[in-house]
């Protein structure tokens, strides 16, 4: 996430936006969407390219090659590392047409079977092609085939939510309001308060799509990060994330946010002064305060300085302490 490690994603963010956060522990059938949000407490689990590919995604620590056994055992691990190192309930798992319509979806569903056995609930998210990059679907036919088989095989399990598409920066709100509504009808069993639709823009604003009445009773999703703005106190970063929310507190979460882990930032102790460490207090205040759920970006990817495990033999080591500690803080531990 540094702008050397996640240079495409880094730079069209920081140059189109301001502001991104973090998820825990015990695990839940799914919540109606009026209800506050903070029981959704993880990770992302990410690729170490960034989500944005042109073939398969392969979250850190898998491999292509890797059978349906294999990747189960693989996530047995990491999940178990993330549950019992941070104390998530959530992980968030990208998604795109090339891996479930090929016989990648038959091996990686070893990973969302892996954190449903573990109790845990998982996002399941849209991210288009590394080579498209433009913030719509990249092929509505092949979209549409791949949330086919995805509702068909986890429709029946209430601890697996939807997002049709991450950061849809490329559609108005009215586009996106349609899109959105139109993947409701055709998905129709689908309970509205599984659905995750993402904020307008980099998903960095909720105010729109949660005064669409069109969308009433789904969840909302925000990202929100300390590389789209140069403050350093709290007060100008909650002044920042409450712009972007309004009154849509108690149905968002916030599925993406995360700081540098692995650079020698401490977050407890004094928070103002510093661009991150004041960006992270703040957020993580206002999550608690809110009882918002965060999804913490992220929590395992190979080479990025924001992750905040990393592998250790088959299971994962913290980064950063006092990072964990603050964002147990915004999951309301």
Same mark, same amino acid.
Request: net charge neutral.
């Given at each position: 996430?540094?702008?050397?490690?996640? @240079?495409?994603?880094?730079?069209?963010?920081?140059?189109?936006?301001?502001?991104?956060?973090?998820?825990?522990?015990?695990? @839940?059938?799914?919540?109606?969407?009026?209800?506050?949000?903070?029981?959704?407490?993880?990770?992302?689990?990410?690729?170490?390219?960034?989500?944005?590919?042109?073939?398969?995604?392969? @979250?850190?620590?898998?491999?292509?090659?890797?059978?349906?056994?294999?990747?189960?055992?693989?996530?047995?691990?990491?999940?178990?590392?993330?549950?019992?190192?941070?104390?998530?309930?959530? &992980?968030?798992l990208p998604i795109n047409p090339q891996s479930v319509n090929s016989s990648w979806w038959n091996a990686y569903r070893g990973t969302i079977d892996s954190?449903?056995?573990?109790?845990?609930?998982?996002?399941?998210?849209?991210?288009?092609?590394?080579?498209?990059?433009?913030?719509?679907?990249?092929?509505?036919?092949?979209?549409?085939?791949?949330?086919?088989?995805?509702?068909?095989?986890?429709?029946?399990?209430?601890?697996?939510?939807?997002e049709p598409m991450n950061e849809p920066f490329g559609y108005s709100l009215t586009n996106w309001v349609a899109l959105c509504s139109n993947w409701m009808?055709?998905?129709?069993?689908?309970?509205?308060?599984?659905?995750?639709?993402?904020?307008?823009?980099?998903?960095?604003?909720?105010?729109? &799509?949660?005064?669409?009445?069109?969308?009433?009773?789904?969840?909302?999703?925000?990202?929100?990060?300390?590389?789209?703005?140069?403050?350093?106190?709290?007060?100008?970063?909650?002044?920042?994330?409450?712009?972007?929310?309004?009154?849509?507190?108690?149905?968002?979460?916030?599925?993406?946010?995360?700081? @540098?882990?692995?650079?020698?930032?401490?977050?407890?102790?004094?928070?103002?002064?510093?661009?991150?460490?004041?960006?992270?207090?703040?957020?993580?205040?206002?999550?608690?305060?809110?009882?918002?759920?965060?999804?913490?970006?992220p929590g395992l990817r190979t080479g990025d300085t924001y992750s905040i495990t990393r592998q250790s033999g088959d299971g994962l080591a913290v980064t950063?302490?006092?990072?964990?500690?603050?964002?147990?803080?915004?999951?309301?531990?």
């Amino acid at each position: 996430m540094s702008l050397v490690q996640r @240079p495409l994603r880094t730079l069209i963010l920081a140059a189109a936006v301001t502001l991104g956060v973090a998820v825990t522990a015990i695990v @839940p059938a799914a919540e109606p969407a009026s209800a506050a949000t903070d029981s959704f407490r993880g990770v992302n689990w990410a690729d170490a390219r960034d989500n944005y590919v042109d073939g398969w995604v392969i @979250p850190s620590g898998l491999t292509a090659s890797d059978t349906y056994a294999t990747v189960t055992t693989k996530s047995n691990g990491i999940l178990a590392g993330f549950r019992d190192r941070l104390g998530a309930n959530t &992980v968030r798992l990208p998604i795109n047409p090339q891996s479930v319509n090929s016989s990648w979806w038959n091996a990686y569903r070893g990973t969302i079977d892996s954190a449903l056995n573990g109790g845990m609930k998982v996002i399941l998210s849209y991210w288009e092609a590394d080579n498209r990059k433009d913030g719509f679907v990249d092929d509505d036919a092949a979209w549409n085939t791949m949330w086919d088989t995805v509702t068909r095989d986890y429709g029946a399990k209430t601890s697996v939510y939807f997002e049709p598409m991450n950061e849809p920066f490329g559609y108005s709100l009215t586009n996106w309001v349609a899109l959105c509504s139109n993947w409701m009808s055709r998905h129709s069993s689908i309970p509205r308060g599984r659905v995750v639709v993402s904020g307008t823009g980099y998903n960095d604003d909720v105010t729109g &799509v949660g005064a669409a009445g069109a969308l009433d009773g789904t969840l909302l999703s925000l990202h929100f990060y300390g590389f789209w703005a140069s403050s350093t106190t709290r007060a100008e970063w909650t002044e920042n994330l409450r712009k972007r929310i309004g009154t849509h507190a108690s149905r968002t979460i916030i599925d993406e946010a995360g700081s @540098p882990m692995t650079t020698g930032l401490t977050y407890t102790g004094k928070q103002d002064g510093n661009q991150f460490t004041s960006y992270f207090a703040a957020l993580t205040d206002f999550a608690r305060s809110n009882r918002m759920g965060v999804v913490y970006w992220p929590g395992l990817r190979t080479g990025d300085t924001y992750s905040i495990t990393r592998q250790s033999g088959d299971g994962l080591a913290v980064t950063n302490a006092s990072g964990v500690t603050q964002l147990h803080w915004g999951w309301g531990l």
